[in-house]
């Protein structure tokens, strides 16, 4: 993923959620980051490991959504949101095994 700041695009985000622990919370972060103009239908954004905090958004085809918008989707929502390199979520997807 190519960042240029908090406006970059991206095609598939990879992201590392702040501030949750439970599946009502899974939900609740789904229901937030649908609500972008951009997101998928809400059982299309993933939470692939809650323990660690990791999930999984693939915009709709030829909308990409901002890591600003969703960085501020998630604070509006009382999560934070750190991207996660490939390489965390590989590691993360191997302890599950």
Known sequence: MARTGAFAQVKRFEMR???????????????????????PKLKEIEITDINVGLGVLTPKPDQPVSFGALKETLKKAGYALDSADNNRVRQARQRRR
């Open 17 to 39: 959620i702040g501030g949750y622990l439970c599946g009502n919370c899974v939900y609740n972060i789904q229901k937030a980051v649908s609500r972008l103009e951009s997101a």
